[in-house]
């Protein structure tokens, strides 16, 4: 068998049936507390792994609303626009994230000056 075989036949649907239960599971914490931030982050970073970038994005500013103490959603979302051409958003979550002692995105972003 290939390995092609193995990624797409039972490595991938074993993934997607991990994450598929990861949502569930956060979905049924905002069944009982629909202001948890921490949830709404989980969601965005396990819709970033299926690839729904738009998605991700609204659940982490809803993360980032309920939450706005906390610098992870920052990051995530600032990596976003970052990766889609969006350097102002980024620069502005990267500073939101260092303000609350997270430096990675800054670092990240001040190596490419060419993104200010």
């Not at 995530?76 to 969006?86: F, K, N, P, T």
Request: charged fraction near 25%; include cysteine.
């Amino acid at each position: 068998m290939s390995d092609h075989f193995w990624r797409k036949q039972v490595i991938q649907p074993a993934l997607n049936n991990d994450v598929d239960e990861a949502v569930a599971e956060q979905k049924s914490i905002l069944a009982k507390n629909p202001q948890n931030a921490k949830a709404y982050f989980a969601l965005g970073t396990l819709s970033h792994f299926q690839g729904e970038i738009e998605q991700a994005m609204r659940y982490f500013q809803k993360s980032i609303e309920l939450d706005p103490n906390d610098a992870a959603p920052h990051l995530s979302l600032g990596r976003l626009y970052a990766v889609r051409g969006e350097y102002e958003l980024a620069w502005n979550h990267a500073r939101a994230a260092e303000h609350l002692g997270a430096c990675d995105l800054v670092g990240m972003l001040e190596r490419y000056p060419n993104l200010r």
